[in-house]
C-alpha cells in the first residue's frame, strides 16, 4: 500500500477513536462525542463502536541536531520609548505532580478531559475544567507575592518507559504513551516592548500561545520553539531537538504582548491580543504593549530520540503543536508594580 494511503487510513483510524469515549454512569453505558476542546472551529467527531486506542510516538524524522537547527531570528531595537525591565513571577515546577489533569478551563469549561492529553501546572492550586475567575481569586498559588495566575502547558514524557497512566484519559488511553517528565526549572519571566511603555494587564486576561492543533489547522498560530539550555542562539518549531551532552531540552513560550483595551478574551482566545511586529517590536495600531510574558520549560531527557509532547490524538505528538495557556490572576496592586518596574527598567 503507498505511503499516502497507509497514512491517510492511519489518521481516520485515529480521527475515530477520538471521536468516541464510553462512559458509564446509573443508565449504564452510553456514548458522547469528543469535546471540540482546544479550538472550538474543530470538526465535528464521527462515532463508531471501537475505543480501542492507537497508540503513535514520533518517529526519527520528528528529532533534529540542535546545530542543524534554525538561528533564532534577531530581536528588534530597541527604540528611546522602549520599556526593557522584567519581572520573574516565582511559582515552582510542580516537581511532585501534584497539579494536573486534561481539562482546559479556557477553551472548554466545564468539560472534562477536554484536552485529551495532560497538563502541568503552577500558580493557582485550584485550576481545572470547571475554574471559573471567581475560583481562581478565591483559590491559593504557589507563585510568590501573591501572584495566583495560571499557567499550564502539555508534559513531555520519556517515550522509551511506559507511564503511571497508560491506561487513563489524557495519558495512554489518548495515545500520550511514556513516563511523564517533571521540568528541571519553570521561569515565568514578564518584559517590556521595544518601543514603548507597557500598561499593566488586566486582571482576568486570558491568552492562549501557539495551536494544540497545528497538524490539522496548518501553521497560522504556531509558536512552538524548542532549543538547548547551552546553545539559545538555534531552535526548532518542527522538530524535537536533540542536545549535546549536560544541556537541557527547553521549551520557549512567548505570549502576545499588545492587548486591544478592552476584551478579557475573544472566541478564538488570540484576536483580542496581538504580536508585536517581528521587525520593529511595536504593537499594531489600536493595541496597547501589556508585561509580554515568557515561560521557559527546561528538561534533563533520555538521550536519543526519548521525548515527545502531549497532543490530541490526531496531532500525532508532533512537536509544532507545543502551546501555553495563562490567564492573568495578580492582584491589581501587583500588576502595576510589575508594570512600573518594566517600565522603569528594573530586572526583578
Known sequence: MPYKEQRGNRRRRMLAVFAVVAIGGAGGIGIRLAAAAEEPTAADATVQTSTEPVHVKPTSDDYVQIENASAVPRAPRPGRNASRGTFTSQCGRNADGAHRNSDNFITSPGVTNAAHHMHDYVGNTSTDG???????????????????????????????????????????????????????????????????????MPRFLRIVTGDAKTITNGPANSRAHWTCSGTPNRFSATQYVLCPRGQ????????????????????????????????????????????????TLSYRVPAGDSYAVDSFPEQLRKASTDHDDFENVMP???????????????RF
Open 130 to 200: 470547571n475554574a471559573t475567575d471567581a475560583s481562581l481569586a478565591a483559590a491559593g498559588t504557589t507563585c510568590r507575592f501573591g501572584d495566583k495566575s495560571t499557567y499550564f502547558w502539555p508534559v513531555i514524557r520519556d517515550t522509551t518507559t511506559e507511564g503511571d497512566d497508560a491506561d487513563q484519559p489524557g495519558g495512554g488511553a489518548d495515545g500520550n504513551l511514556g513516563k511523564i517528565i517533571a521540568p528541571s526549572a519553570v521561569s515565568i519571566q514578564f518584559r517590556g516592548n521595544a518601543q514603548a511603555k507597557v500598561v499593566p
Open 248 to 295: 537541557l531540552v527547553q521549551r520557549v513560550h512567548d505570549f502576545a504582548g499588545c492587548w486591544n483595551g478592552v476584551d478579557l478574551d475573544s472566541a478564538n482566545h488570540r484576536t483580542h491580543v496581538a504580536f508585536a511586529d517581528a521587525t520593529t517590536g511595536a504593537c499594531p495600531a489600536g493595541f496597547k504593549a501589556i508585561p509580554q510574558l515568557r515561560i
Open 332 to 346: 491589581a496592586r501587583l500588576m502595576s508594580m510589575v508594570a512600573t518596574m518594566i517600565n522603569r527598567g528594573v
